[in-house]
């Protein structure tokens, strides 16, 4: 079945870094979201991005999409302590399920 | 802001018990979800509830039930926990019938221990 697979699965970097994670699928989409999760906590969604789009802001989170490579990538800049969080990407297809990768996990180093 | 709640933060069962977790959201949203998450697999669907009383199976409903009598409400039930069943619980809304791939609105989490 159809999977986003977030890549790499664990980041470190230091506060004020820009972070930057991908996401790749198999099939075609008509959108992908991502999801933040902090620890122990349920999931937070960040940004919906449709098939037609290419990218999306939303504060310090930039989300660009290549369809044409089935991939997406998310951006955070000038990255803090409080944004150190499993990132996950969800990804829809034709028969509306969505389907979640198994995350990234971002640790911003003071 | 949407709002879901969970009953339990943390839950502690015996093997054999019957277990109930609820969730609650104030949106007035029409779908419900329960996901079961487990390190190295993700997040799985239980089951996804679309309307009051109304119900799909997801891609692990071995071992629960589901209940939605209100909208606003909907329960997980382990008939007979087993340690397998230890895990965390996520409860999700989004706001249109029968449309699962929009926006999920999740609950805290229950972290449920079977012993």
């Known amino acids: 079945s159809q999977q986003g697979e977030e890549d790499p699965q664990a980041l470190s970097i230091q506060e004020g870094e820009n972070a930057t994670m991908n996401c790749s699928y198999k099939?075609?989409?008509?959108?992908l979201q991502w999801y933040r999760q902090n620890s122990g906590r349920g999931l937070v969604h960040l940004i919906l991005i449709r098939s037609n789009e290419r990218e999306k802001h939303s504060g310090r989170l930039r989300v660009t999409l290549d369809t044409s490579k089935k991939s997406s990538s998310l951006l955070i800049t000038a990255s803090r302590a409080a944004d150190t969080a499993s990132y996950f990407c969800a990804t829809d297809g034709g028969d509306d399920k969505i389907i979640f990768g198994k995350g990234t996990r971002l640790h911003i180093l003071p | 802001d949407v709002k879901v709640t969970q009953s339990s933060r943390y839950l502690v069962k015996r093997t054999g018990e019957k277990v109930f977790l609820e969730c609650v959201q104030d949106m007035d949203h029409e779908n419900m979800f329960w996901y079961r998450q487990d390190p190295g697999l993700g997040l799985r669907l239980i089951y996804f509830s679309y309307d009051v009383k109304m119900k799909e199976k997801g891609d692990i409903p071995e071992g629960y039930s589901v209940s939605r009598e209100k909208k606003e409400r909907f329960s997980l039930i382990l008939e007979s926990a087993s340690t397998n069943q230890t895990s965390m619980y996520l409860c999700a809304s989004s706001p249109i019938s029968g449309r699962r791939a929009d926006t999920q609105y999740f609950g805290p989490g229950t972290r449920l221990t079977v012993l």
């Open positions: 099939t075609s989409i008509n959108n």
